[in-house]
């Protein structure tokens, strides 16, 4: 299984305060003291970099997911309440329909009603302001007056609720481009670090990356079940989708992201999850310590939740790692990401 810590820092930094034969002493007892040799400062320093920088672009893909979570929801919010609205403005018409007939009969009869007048004026709160005498309104035009303004205020209501959410929808979206863009940006710069490379160190990179492919098909995972039948059909509808390649912001069924894969898997044994890592870390059943995880359990990862998998048993996870790689198994232990919690969904 291939190790995918991060590679250590540079000791680049004490040539700005110790003279070259001081800096030259100190990496040669650093040397002296370790095993392994130091790192080239250039060539290390540079691979760190592009490593983080993919993290990061792993990280803001979730705030991204979160993003556009919020705007599929409210997108579907406008066009109910804009749905509801328009019914709304044709019950409206017909009720003014029904009016325009009364009116017609009272005025070749010799003269509008008070309370014909009220219902066609386009105020109809500020005319019964005006109206002292109430009295001549039968009970059924008062009961048709009533159910008139309260249909007035329910649309008013509706236009005002669809006009508050079109407005958050506009600014998810906008806050959508943003993370897209960070995205976009961390990737590029990375790419652009990843130029800088020989060729022989690129193919090295490659190489690594094969090896931690391979190293999957080999994996050894056990026969412990499952905690439960769905979390079984979860676990190998993500078996059945190793070797697909991480893809930001993608949830299947060819490209995954972290929790692109977990909330697709789930949704195949039908449980829907939410989108991302963060809010999927606190569905289902806490499980505190790795050793009480079993096969399809959900793994949090990272400080601030923002990666996702699943317990594949015998201390590996399944995931989508991070760009340029392959959803696959790894050692939890080598993931280079700290473990937080597990999830059981029953």
């Not at 095993?35 to 080239?40: F, K, Y």
């Not at 972290?258 to 044994?269: E, I, K, N, P, Y």
């Not at 569905?283 to 096969?295: C, D, E, F, H, Y």
Request: aromatic residues 6%; contains cysteine.
């Amino acid at each position: 299984m291939a190790s995918h810590r991060r590679p250590k820092q540079s000791n680049h930094a004490y040539a700005t305060v110790l003279s070259v034969t001081a800096a030259a002493a100190v990496a040669v007892s650093a040397q002296s003291a370790s095993a392994d040799p130091l790192p080239d400062p250039n060539k290390k320093g540079v691979q760190a970099q592009i490593d983080r920088l993919y993290e990061e672009a792993t990280q803001a893909t979730e705030k991204y997911n979160g993003a556009k979570e919020k705007a599929d929801e409210l997108r579907e919010q406008v066009d109910n309440l804009q749905d509801t609205a328009a019914r709304k403005q044709a019950d409206l018409n017909d009720f003014r329909d029904r009016l325009g007939s009364i009116a017609t009969a009272q005025y070749r009869s010799g003269g509008l009603d008070p309370s014909v007048q009220l219902f066609l004026s386009a105020d109809p709160d500020a005319y019964l302001d005006q109206v002292s005498d109430l009295d001549r309104l039968s009970t059924q035009q008062a009961d048709m007056l009533e159910q008139f303004q309260e249909q007035q205020r329910d649309l008013r209501q509706q236009r005002s609720q669809a006009a508050a959410k079109l407005k958050d929808l506009r600014d998810t979206r906008e806050e959508l481009g943003k993370k897209k863009n960070e995205i976009q940006g961390k990737l590029a710069k990375a790419q652009k670090l990843l130029n800088t490379l020989t060729a022989e160190e690129r193919a090295d990179r490659a190489a690594e990356e094969e090896r931690a492919n391979r190293s999957s098909e080999r994996v050894e995972l056990g026969n412990e079940a499952s905690a439960s039948q769905r979390t079984a059909a979860a676990f190998d509808a993500a078996k059945s989708r190793v070797g697909m390649p991480y893809v930001w912001g993608a949830a299947g069924p060819n490209s995954f992201d972290c929790s692109g894969l977990t909330s697709w898997a789930f949704r195949q044994a039908g449980v829907s999850l939410p989108r991302t890592s963060q809010d999927q870390a606190n569905v289902g059943t806490r499980i505190n310590s790795l050793s009480a995880l079993k096969p399809g359990d959900l793994i949090i990862m990272r400080t601030d939740l923002s990666h996702v998998g699943f317990y594949a048993g015998n201390g590996q996870i399944l995931h989508s790692p991070k760009p340029g790689a392959q959803v696959r198994y790894e050692s939890i232990e080598r993931s280079g990401m700290p473990f937080m919690w597990g999830v059981r969904i029953s």
